[in-house]
């Protein structure tokens, strides 16, 4: 699909073909700020939030191609030219986008990666790298099931000196807390969402800026 980048390990390795630094340029020809979601899956709210926002750009990034497909699919269908998906390991985030270039980073319902903490998409080994491309007013959002990830990332906070903005063990029972437009945007559902939903589980979200 035209919207689907798929850098090759040669490519991340050599740093040929990439667009870091170039994203606004050559991908979205425009300089409107740039938001990751990342382990994005499906891309419900790549696609969700780039139907709300037309200026700003957005990047569902993943591993799993089979999965980003529907949301290409989608984005193709409707025509929207503000939102790309890159099929690639998070752990290449730096390699792939240049210092400063990102303005916001979403995390839904992320692997919480019981046996293997630095796996988290919320541990040092990630929030570092997420250090060197977002910019220094940007923030992380969480949404997530679990209550291990959850917690792991609130005390990641703490310890690391996190600045937290909004921290919820129960989201929908606390959107009325929120601006109204957030609220629309906390509401959209994901694919593992209604999965997770369904067995009953209580859905947390947590805002924080990294720097
Ligand atoms: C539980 S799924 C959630 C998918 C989607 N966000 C949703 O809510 O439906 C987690 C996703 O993160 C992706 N993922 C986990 N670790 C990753 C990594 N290091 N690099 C790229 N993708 C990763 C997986 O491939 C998977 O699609």
């Not at 859905?203 to 720097?211: G, N």
């Amino acid at each position: 699909m035209p919207n689907v980048i798929e850098p090759s390990m040669e490519d991340i390795k050599s740093g040929d073909k990439l667009y870091k630094g170039k994203w606004s340029e050559k991908v979205f020809n425009n300089s409107f700020p740039i938001v990751l979601e990342l382990g994005c899956g499906k891309g419900e709210y790549s696609v969700g939030l780039a139907r709300m926002y037309p200026e700003k750009n957005f990047i569902g990034v993943d591993i799993k191609g089979a999965r980003m497909w529907v949301g290409a699919g989608q984005a193709l269908k409707e025509g929207m030219n503000n939102v790309v998906f890159l099929r690639t390991k998070v752990d290449f985030i730096t390699q792939l986008f240049a210092e400063n270039e990102i303005d916001e980073i979403w995390l839904t319902f992320s692997d919480p990666q019981p046996n293997k903490p630095n796996k988290r998409l919320t541990s040092p080994y990630f929030i570092d790298r997420y250090k060197k491309i977002l910019k220094k007013d940007g923030v992380v959002h969480l949404k997530t099931d679990s209550d291990l990830l959850f917690e792991y990332t609130v005390g990641e906070i703490n310890n690391q000196g996190y600045e937290s903005k909004y921290i919820t063990k129960d989201v929908y029972s606390e959107l009325g807390a929120f601006p109204l437009e957030f609220q629309e945007i906390l509401k959209f559902k994901t694919h593992y969402e209604t999965l997770f939903t369904q067995r009953g589980s209580i859905i947390k979200y947590a805002q924080f800026s990294i720097h």
